[in-house]
């Protein structure tokens, strides 16, 4: 990220030498310009790409992320990003547009045709004049997690790695937003940013300093609110600041102001369990709110609320954050929810898993407030989606060679055989082909939920993805088409062909004389490779699949897997009565 | 602009006089019991420090018996501080330090399975030896001895919720920084409350039980009696006196009920504020005498004056304390080291008194030994059966009353009442009866142990039954089946967690109670039947060390293998197999 010139190019930028910063950036190939590019501000970025010829800019274009050269078009007017999209590459510009989503090619499509109302764009002109005053020079981050890393311990003495060494940074106003599947250890990396748990490597820096050391000034809300049942709001709010010996006065105070920032006045009496999840949540922010937190971390705080309460609660927190009538200098949001994300946040990190690394870290430079429905935005959801469903795409610079060199075992997504199914049907009903969000959207599910299924299709063969489309496949649209009986039988030949767990299964199954095996056997194996938990959830998922294709059969008073005879399963009328 | 912090602190103490005054009436009877009772613990201490008195003269005149109750009760009080405050060291310790986690709490499971009797002697010895010159010994006997029996539940329970707290509310109090003091009193405390509150409830119910056997009990040539209920019972009983009899009995259902309403039900309804739950219960429980304490304005001005300052400059204190830097690296270095010693110390000790241990029961005779084992047959026989007798009349009668929600409300509490009495104080009465019609020791220890252990399983059998959901019921009405299938699908799976949780109570308190059952000073004799329990009992009146210890050890070992090998097992199947999902 740091080729001989950058330094160069900064300095010119510092000084405000735009065209000599251009001239700078052309000597670059175009992949590293774009590399460079990318590093900078998005102030600087959106000058910079004003200012440069347009056959550069479309040199540029195709280098970028798709999601970011969209953005960076429609900083430009209508005629110059005709302009440019006309001087790109025939090869590069096709692989532009198939990389868009729907909405975005469509609104694309439309701008290039003349069809488009030009009213919503912005006029050039009136950029400039922001544009060239400085933007703010990056400030040192608040807080920095320097190549932290974390393992268990498991029983048998054997470390497994949850967090692969990482390198985090926490800027002033910015709200970071951490994203990744459930398991991934996104609350892990927050524990460790604020102290709660020590990484097994590496250290958290605050104000470049390490944070035991110092009084951090952070403060956390949690999931389940955490808050204590038996104290009034007013107590529970005021506990923190209790803590830090403030006198009654000050704390009432503070409390007060607190809960009135978050619309609680005349609920200081009450009791927790009398309000509703949203309330309870808001007395969360409060308590954290009272402390005058530098930097707000929020781990998973609406994932526990129904739809429209965390859309009204995350309205109301940006609310305060914009208006800036909260000190909290920065916020760092835990999140499942990729759409949670890309309207809150200003920089997202994706988190993979098994361990965890940061796998993709980029900025939204979208205004707040942001519309879920512009095409800018849904791009951006569209490669977050994509991101996340495809665990190989853009691996992460930090995942060592020695990690990769013993291949990890298969993992089985946690995926009902039901929900496989019901996505396959959804997706056969729609012609065959969709964009992930938008059936996470028809089925109202979040990623979490989503995520899974998808990755339990696609292992089966019923379904694949690619670049943020789900499609189904032959023997998926079979599936998906076929009767109870046939659906079993085909789930059964594609887990046997697939699933290298239920494969195991099977074959040491057929192996004994007697059909059976004591579930420790197997709960070992699995051992070796994953946490205690996962193990778990891996025999639970392996069970579920098992017992729908009619492979096993699992009796929990002696532990023990069966065989499913083929012989006995002729009268399938039993069989389906003894599923669930 | 934020609105001015509410007054209440500001306002001076006196400031609610003028409004008071007209509620004098209403705080009479809490002052009235202020003062009666601190005239009780001055007569209790004038007596405590009185020389020793080995043969107290129990009075069996009614007019004694409010003096003898007080002294009861006070024994009770004392002890259960203690229990409530070893309690608290120890369950916060073994929760917090893994170190000192790994040895305490299997020791609390041995020490559980200990019979509680069997501590009698040597915790006698030890106090007598200590005062020798003063009834303060055998009181602290008494007091000690109460206290194993109630501290070890108590011990579990807040041990295993301080275990339980929610791990985000962990982190929410060490994100917020609350020194040590301020999490006690806002997170764990709370937190463990209603826990430690029913046990404590269990605990003095089973108080009574042993008060009842030490308060007069035969320690070698000894004859120690201490002024109480336990013993006024016993001398009325060794007398033959029915009415001294039935006027203890009424003083002690009396004492125990007002105890309920009194003390429990204000402490339970007040407790219903720490619920972990995170919506309101439908129906809270109630109490006039927490109402009465509530709309009193005595009390809330004393806590205004004395309670919430010394409580805000505490919390103050504590904060400031916590904040302030302090050298880590060496107090962690002096703490290491003050553990080192004191492990070094306990392992010594340990393995001096297994040495001595050793010594003693190498010294058994094979006579004694063999006494032992058969004495261990004969009681696991008899408890066993005990149980399955219980077992015949309870269930039927359970789930018959446990389906008719009318007829248990009705029959809730007078049950209740029967239960409370303490089986050690209707055994005197039991056996005076039985002598009447001819009965052996045989029969009696099997009726004693049948009036000590029932009550367990009747509750829970009742509490299963009708926590049986309608729609199962009715899904039976549908099916039409039959009485013998309906039990076998329906309620007997339904009833199951509940009847093994009733079984493990009734089977730990039936071995508890052999030692008392099975061995019976009356009216001048001695009766006995073949048991362990009779054998413990019979070592201690002999001072028979060894063989106290042995048959102690026995009875420990057995209980303590019952439980691991039969009823945890049941128990497991019965929180996840039969247990009813709501």
Known sequence: MN???????????????????????????????????????????????RVMPDDFAAALVSHFPYYHSYVLLHTRSIEKLRAIIDKMQPGERLQFFDELPGEAWQRMMDELSGEYSPAAQREEGSEVAGAISRPMPAEEPIAEAVQVEKSFLQPDGRQIQVIAPTDLSLEANTITALLGPSGSGKS?????LTGLIQPTKGIVLWHGRPLHECAPKLAIVFQSFALFPWLTVLDNVETPLLARGMEHFERHHRALRALHAVGLQGFESAYPKELSGGMKQRVGIARALALEPEILFMDEPFSALDVLTAENLRGELMELWLGKKIPTRSIFLVTHNIEEAALLADRILVLGRNPARIRADFRIPLKQPRDRNSAEFLVYVDYIYKLMTQPELEPAPLSAPTRAAKAPYPMLPHARPGGIAGMLELLNDRGGKDDLYHIADELLWEVNDLLPILEGATLLAFARTEKGDVEITEKGREFASADIPTRKALFREAALAHAMLLQQIRNSLASKSDGAMPMEFFRDILDEHFSEEETQRQIETALNWGRYGEICSYDSESDKLFLHRLEHSGDSHENLLHQE | MPPPPKASSGVPPWGVFPAAAPSLLRDLPILIAGFVLFYGLLTFARYGIGPVNTQAEIQLSPSALPKYAFFSLTRIAIAYFLSLGFTLVYGYVAAYNAKAERFMIPLLDILQSIPVLSFLPPVMM??????????????LGCIVLILTGQVWNMTFSFYSSLKSIPREMHEAAEIYRLSWWQRLWQ????????????????????????????????????????PGLGSYLQTAANAGNTRSIAWGLGVMVAIIVLLDQVVWRPIIAWAEKFKFEQVEAAEPPRSPILDLLRRSTIIPLAARVSLRPTREALNLYFARAAALPRGRARRGELTQWTWRVLMLAGLVAAAYAAIRMGQMLVALSSVEVWGIVRGAGATFLRVEVTLVLAGLWTIPVGVFAGLRPRLSALLQPLAQIAASVPATALFPVILLMLVRIGGGMGIGSMVLLLLGTQWYILFNVIAGASAIPTDLKEVCGVFRLGNV?????????????????????ASGGAWNASIVAEYFHFQGKTLSTVGLGAVISHATDTGNFRVLLAATMGMAAMVATLNRLVWRRLYGLASTKFKLET
């Not at chain 1, 910063?21 to 910079?48: I, N, S, T």
């Open chain 1, 3 to 49: 080729p001989p010139g950058a330094d160069k190019l900064r300095d010119a930028l510092s000084q405000g030498h735009w065209d000599h910063a251009v001239a700078l950036l052309q000597q670059f190939d175009p992949a590293v310009a774009a590399d460079v590019m990318m590093g900078l501000p998005f102030e600087e970025q959106r000058v910079l790409f």
């Open chain 1, 188 to 192: 892990t990396l927050l524990r460790i």
């Open chain 2, 126 to 139: 030890a106090m007598i030896g200590l005062f020798p010159h003063s009834q303060l010994g055998a009181e």
């Open chain 2, 187 to 226: 997170m764990e405390l709370p937190y463990a409350a209603i826990g430690l509150i029913w046990n404590s409830i269990m605990s003095v119910a089973g108080a009574w039980f042993f008060l009842m056997a030490c308060e007069m009990f035969v320690l070698g040539n000894r004859d120690l009696r201490l």
């Open chain 2, 485 to 505: 299938e309906r039990w076998r699908k329906l309620i007997l799976p339904g009833i199951f967690p509940y009847l093994i949780t009733g079984f493990i109570t």
